[in-house]
Structure formats: C-alpha cells, structure tokens
T-cell receptor, first 113, second 114 residues
C-alpha cells in the first residue's frame, strides 16, 4: 500500500520569497509522483509529474520538484512566489501499472503581500 | 477543449435523503475516476471505470454508494440513504487509456448532509 505525508498543513510566505512544500511517500513498489494545485473555487490542476528519467522535474508557473528515492521525498519548490500562487497544493503517488492516485492531506500556501 | 464538468457544484440534503452526483469527463477519455475529500483529510479514491466497466471499486465506503457509467460517457454517483459522514467534496477525474496519462480533475461537488 502507498501513503503520502505532507507535514505542513499551512505555509505562509511573503511575496517574492522562495518556498518549499514538503512531500514524503511510503511504498513497497515503484511509483509515479505528482503535484496538483487547487486554486479557490476550481478543480485540481496538475503542476508537474515524475514518471522516470531526470529526478528534477519542472512544471507550470515556475514550480519544480526533485525526486529523491533514498529519502522517499518529492518536495515542491519555487524560487520566488507571487500572490497568485495562493492555493492548496496536493502531493500524490500512483503505483506503476495502476491507475488510482493516493493523495496527501494538502498544504495551504498563503502568499503575503 | 472542455474540461471535466461536475453537477451540482453544491448540494445540501438531510440525513436519509438521496443525492445523485454527475460527472462528464473530457470527450474521448476512457478512464473515469471518483474521489472524495472529507474535511481536513486526504483526497481518497472511490472507484475507477474503464469505459462502462467498473475496473476497481475498492474505495467505495459501503453499499449506500452506487456508481454507474452507462454507455461509457458520463457517470453518476448516487448516495442512498445519505449519512452525516458522507459530507465532503466529491471529485471526478478522467484520463486517456494508458496508466501514465494525466488525470484531469473536475471542480468537485460539495455535499453537505445535515
């Protein structure tokens, strides 16, 4: 079985500051890794995904994440946040060959002007 | 291209009543998924259709929940009778056939059972 831990439920950060949202996972088999974002009153939108290859993955809106197999982590980073990045961010895993996603509890990012 | 749509966006019902949620996937997507988020908790998988067939319904909480996807297009999720613990946001997602394909999510239906 898989599980995903997002330790930080809320992260406040000032505009133009860097941010890192942490994600750790547990799985006995190979997984694919995802970050989704939910803006207010909208559905989940894929930010980026890791399937294979380079461990540094670049996504939309200037976000990137690094897959660290030894630490079973997939932390999301952005060097300089904007007000418009205020949203809830979800880390998710999917077992290779399977279809359903396992999500973390989400991290609410608030960008302060 | 239209995204995944869900109806209604909100539903408030009393315990014991019946509610039906609808999901229209992206056209041409054979995979359709239902997920649920209970307040403050993680988004949890409920079930997965491939076309009109239920591929995996291991996440369905109990037999008060019934999902259908007649004709392999839109899907409905019926809760009958609703209980207080059924409150939450129900998300639908769709994807093309390969397991590596991105799942595209709808905006969700917020269900409140009083």
């Amino acid at each position: 079985a898989q599980s995903v831990t997002q330790l930080d439920s809320q992260v406040p950060v000032f505009e133009e500051a860097p941010v890192e949202l942490r994600c750790n996972y547990s799985s006995s088999v190979s997984v694919y890794l995802f970050w989704y974002v939910q803006y207010p009153n909208q559905g989940l939108q894929l930010l980026l995904k890791y399937l294979s290859g380079s461990t540094l993955v670049k996504g939309i809106n200037g976000f990137e994440a690094e897959f660290n197999k030894s630490q079973t982590s997939f932390h999301l980073r952005k060097p300089s946040v904007h007000i418009s990045d205020t949203a809830e961010y979800f880390c998710a895993v999917r077992q290779t060959g399977a279809n359903n996603l396992f999500f973390g509890t989400g991290t609410r990012l608030t960008v302060i002007p | 291209e239209a995204g995944v749509t869900q109806f209604p966006s909100h539903s408030v019902i009393e315990k014991g009543q019946t509610v039906t949620l609808r999901c229209d996937p992206i056209s041409g997507h054979d995979n359709l998924y239902w997920y649920r988020r209970v307040m403050g908790k993680e988004i949890k998988f409920l079930l997965h259709f491939v076309k009109e067939s239920k591929q995996d319904e291991s996440g369905m909480p109990n037999n008060r929940f019934l999902a259908e996807r007649t004709g392999g297009t839109y899907s409905t999720l019926k809760v009958q009778p609703a209980e207080l613990e059924d409150s939450g946001v129900y998300f639908c997602a769709s994807s093309q056939l390969r397991s590596t394909d991105t799942q595209y999510f709808g905006p969700g239906t917020r269900l409140t059972v009083l």
